[in-house]
């Protein structure tokens, strides 16, 4: 079987001229010798993605810089809503990959992939958390994909043997990739948790463009987990379609007839939503995509969203259909969803548990303790 590798349509790799002589950008570089090279002043726009809305040019160009901001912040989530207290990561942004759902669309000003060189600053920024003496989720998951240039920048492995050091910081490495072989085997204590997006069959086939396909997902989370690694998969978004009860019911009973249930930290549920610019982008780059032809209300953080009562449908179908497999140890939480929907769903609002964090908080703790 062809692993599926996204890394493949980089075409060019620019250099921002004040970081090409450092030893990681060498190395990135040295690995990267079939790609055309070329140095770039930082702020001059990659020549073959001029345009900041060109973003399928700009998958083909990756972009190696210094960050001169934070790398770790907390999520950017709105109040209205029920966040999980995740803290983001920042190693680069966009991905090769192409969804025609991917907010990215509408919420970078740039359209090339940018991986960040300059990590003894991300490392310091770790290490300063991890003193906090207060457990930190951490992922690199939110404005790019975990998985999907390592093959290039080898960061994970760097990642992952730090982690298994802190007591204090857990690593979610969430992905649509599957590229796993070289992070196989590494010392990661526990700490680091592989995890995976997952969608109904047809949505990944029609809307998850150059994603790896849904069967190779799993297959590389089981290799994971039979190296010890802890599990977590994203139901993120959820799309109406036609049969999706179906497709959905498809997946999951898949993931548990191939993935160890009780290596599960967290599943996730989200129902699709978006940012009001991102439905003409998506339907000008994605001219078959129908995901925007439903009805939507505007949500309290301002993004489209489906009717409340289609959104507990959805939710109700899903939660039933995996707490029939789930290890009961397991977190299963919605992302960005109101008290209403929880409490109609589940029974309970998060604050009732202590907060939406405190109870993943708690999940990873157990399964650290077990590993």
Known sequence: ???????????????????????????????????????????????SASHERDFTAGKR???????????????????????????????????????AYCILQAYLNSPWLTFHVNTDDLF??????????????IGTGEFTDSLALDRLTRLNERLIRFFAGQRYLVLELKSKAVNVEHLLGLPHGGRTIMAWSLNSPAIAQREELRTAPLEQRLAAATRCAEQGYLLAFHF?????????REGYAQIIDRLFDTVPAERIVWISLGALRFLPPLAPIARHRFPRTRIFDEEFIDGLDGKKRYFRTLRRELYQFLVQRLQQ?????????????????????????????????RMLDEAAARAVQMT
């Open 1 to 47: 079987m062809t692993l599926h590798d996204p890394a493949q349509i980089i075409q060019q790799i620019q250099v921002d001229g004040a970081v090409k002589d450092w030893p990681y950008t060498q190395e990135i570089l040295a690995r990267a010798a079939s790609m055309g090279i070329a140095v770039v002043n930082s702020h001059e726009p990659a020549a």
């Open 124 to 137: 310091a920024e770790l290490r300063e958390a991890g003193a906090s003496g207060r457990l930190l989720r």
């Open 325 to 357: 497999r789930m290890d009961a140890r397991t977190c299963l939480y919605f992302c960005m969803e109101s008290d209403e929907l929880w409490r109609e769903v589940f029974g309970f609002t998060p604050a009732e548990r202590g907060g939406l964090d």
């Open 236 to 244: 993120d978004p959820v799309v109406l379609h036609p049969h999706w």
């Open 61 to 99: 160009v990756l972009r190696l810089t210094a960050h001169r901001g934070r790398f770790l912040k907390p999520c950017p989530a709105t109040r209205e809503y029920n966040c999980c207290g995740y803290h983001v990561l920042n190693i680069g942004s966009n991905c090769p990959m192409d969804c």
